[in-house]
């Protein structure tokens, strides 16, 4: 995936933000867990993606 120079520009922007909130969210969190954390969603998507399967929204199900 490539992006265009106008989202790259938007993606740079809105790193901090990102980051800020990721902060708090993982905040509690000790840094194994979060390592765990990041693992676990890695297995999942390379299931999701061995079986042809997409993240869902529940609410757009």
């Known amino acids: 995936m490539y992006l265009t ?3 790259a520009e938007m993606h ?3 790193l901090p933000i990102s ?3 990721q ?4 905040g509690d969190l000790s840094a194994n867990d979060v390592d765990r954390l990041n693992r ?3 297995r999942i998507e390379a299931i999701q993606k061995a079986n042809g399967t997409k993240w869902v929204n ?4």
């Open 5 to 7: 120079q106008a989202c």
């Open 12 to 14: 740079h922007a809105m």
């Open 19 to 21: 980051m800020r909130g």
């Open 23 to 26: 902060e708090s969210i993982l």
């Open 40 to 42: 676990l969603l890695r």
């Open 58 to 61: 529940p609410k757009q199900a």
